[in-house]
């Protein structure tokens, strides 16, 4: 695999983000990059940190989908009691928070 490019509009830093509902939106504090590569005419958009992988034949698919990952985390695990979760998924949330700023 190759790494075609980490381009700054792919890095998603200093957007607001808004949840499924509109309700609420946060704004990242921190780049999360998106390590774009391209393979067999098929996109890929990667963050190993977050366990993310989007896959799309249209960049612009490939983008869209890495960025509703990043709110589905969020939502998901970002802002959910610490009780509810697993060690794992406490983890995962760690990560999310380190680059939300609020």
């Given at each position: 695999?190759?790494?075609?490019?980490v381009?700054?509009?792919?890095?998603?830093?200093?957007?607001?983000?808004?949840?499924?509902?509109?309700?609420?939106?946060?704004?990242?504090?921190?780049?999360?990059?998106?390590?774009?590569?391209?393979?067999?005419?098929?996109?890929?958009?990667?963050?190993?940190?977050?366990?993310?992988?989007?896959?799309?034949?249209?960049l612009?698919?490939?983008?869209?989908?890495?960025?509703?990952?990043?709110?589905?985390?969020?939502?998901?695990?970002?802002?959910?009691?610490?009780?509810?979760?697993?060690?794992?998924a406490?983890?995962?949330?760690?990560?999310?928070?380190?680059?939300?700023?609020?």
């Amino acid at each position: 695999m190759r790494l075609i490019c980490v381009r700054p509009q792919h890095s998603f830093y200093g957007r607001f983000w808004w949840d499924k509902t509109g309700a609420e939106k946060f704004l990242l504090a921190e780049p999360i990059i998106a390590n774009v590569s391209l393979r067999d005419d098929v996109y890929f958009c990667r963050n190993e940190e977050l366990g993310i992988v989007a896959v799309s034949p249209k960049l612009e698919g490939c983008v869209k989908d890495f960025e509703d990952e990043i709110i589905f985390i969020w939502n998901e695990y970002g802002k959910e009691n610490d009780a509810k979760l697993t060690s794992d998924a406490k983890e995962l949330k760690r990560r999310i928070l380190r680059y939300v700023k609020k």
